[in-house]
């Protein structure tokens, strides 16, 4: 099983506050002899609509000595469910969860924007004292 980051209850009430509904925690991720794990799955469903929009997240906390040993580790992760997830379950959008505060920091520098924007990160930015996302950045 899965070790959470400090944010892992805190995204999830994000989400629940933005109409989500958790349906995994952790999501299980299991392709050929592969199993991994997303922290969370979850859904919403449109009234106008029978089925709901599906998403992957995995929380990231970026407290590491070194951001940029953070992102490449978040990223690798991030890149291997994605691509897993598009076999196994194409209508699951997956999104690397990041705090309001290393989002306007690290993820507002050029190499960083760069370098989500090249390897088709979306991120899910909430704020922690609020609990609350305040961005979907595809």
């Not at 299980?28 to 009234?47: K, M, N, P, S, W």
């Not at 998403?55 to 580790?73: L, P, R, W």
């Not at 379950?89 to 999104?95: G, K, N, V």
């Not at 989500?116 to 996302?133: C, K, N, R, S």
């Amino acid at each position: 099983m899965p070790q959470y980051d400090a944010y892992h209850e805190t995204v999830k009430r994000a989400l629940v506050k933005d109409g989500w509904t958790i349906t995994d925690d952790p999501l299980v991720i299991e392709y050929e002899d592969l199993r991994l794990f997303a922290d969370l799955g979850a859904e919403q469903t449109f009234a106008a609509e029978k089925a709901g929009r599906k998403i992957a997240v995995e929380v990231k906390v970026f407290g590491a000595v070194s951001f940029i040993d953070d992102f490449h580790k978040a990223a690798g992760q991030y890149g291997n469910y994605r691509a897993l997830l598009r076999r196994i379950e194409p209508d699951r959008e997956i999104f690397l969860a990041v705090s309001l505060g290393v989002y306007e920091t690290d993820f507002q520098r050029p190499s960083i924007r760069d370098l989500t924007a090249d390897l088709e990160i979306d991120l899910l930015v909430f704020d922690p004292h609020q609990e609350e996302i305040v961005l979907w950045s595809k």
